[in-house]
């Protein structure tokens, strides 16, 4: 997902605390550490708009506390873990295993690092393969060649991390300059938006693939006509948020654009969140809807309808990936500098990563948060950092 070919891009596109005080280990150390105080529950259910509001300065109101996480630090090099100099990313992390996608001339590989051996095997190989992603003993993955933007045909793929076994999930075509499928997660799912062309107009799908049934279907389906002044609407990005999905569009009406951030929820479009352009990323879960942009993130709260809560940067650095751990508690990347946690109850934040020189967004997997750091883009070395938030 992080490779040369998309290092560009890369570029230019808890709270939990625990009785221990922040360690590292390397991968042979087998020292005893200690676990969190509480184990922490995900959220189930889902909120809807809210407005007018009042603005809260995370700045100002949050207290900054000394990160007390316990971390696990893994040094990525050596034999089949080899990057020569690629960037590489964790993409899935479980008790077990970390996996990554390694970026070679003639393939890409999927590789699973064992934490307990400190060693690499590869379990896939493909001449292309982007987006990796997973949970629960599975992880997903865009096959097509990667060295196109568009005019690709793709696949996508899962493979069971208990037997091995690799299932296609579905296939299809980017052309016309349209963006291949980004995959979600949800829950018990994946999702895609994908485009078909007919014409003077293109059509945007949400798709969704269920787990339970192994079967496809496309939720909703609009259309652009794009033959004189854009008229209709155009599915920009979605974001799995437990079994529903948010979904940022486009809206043209004789030519004038508008945005909007819904939710998909029980067959049908809630009202927008929020209707803005330029927003990098988003999420929500049962108390809060957040999203990110230039210099600022901004969470609003669903059950204090007056209320929003904002982190401004300082700067015009991005803020991105806002992942819910909790309830109450939120993590995002700031730049390329920084991890970030915020906990609204208790209104305080601390830096996870300690302003290290990241590589990677932050991912959140059975339980884990993982993120990579490069010390010295020269060496073929890399780190992944494991930090267990929920027993």
Known sequence: MYNKRRLFLLIVSIILFCSACTTEKEIKKTENQESPESAIEKDEKTTVNVSPLKEININDHFTSVENKVRKEK????GGKCSAKNNLIAPA???DERIIFLLDEEKSDKILEFSRSKGSCKEIYSSVGISYIIGNESNIFWLEYDTTKVTGVDWTIKNLNLKNYKINEISTGGSYKDTPVPTIKLGKGSIN???????????????????KSSGKVSVLEEVVLDESDKRDGEYYIIQHGVQSNILLYKSIFKKGEKTLSINLYEKGHFTPP???QDQIIDFNMNENYFVYTNEGSLTAIDLNKSNTQFKYKTGDKLTTDTPIFINDQTLVFRYAMNDIILLNFEKNVRFSISGKHALISKPIFTNNYLSYAVKNNIEDNKTNFYVVKLVD
């Open 273 to 275: 969140f929020i209707k």
């Open 192 to 210: 895609w938006i994908e485009y078909e062309s007919k014409g003077d107009s293109l059509i945007s799908k949400l798709m969704k693939w269920q």
């Open 92 to 94: 899935y992390v479980d």
């Open 74 to 77: 893994y040094t990525i090099s």
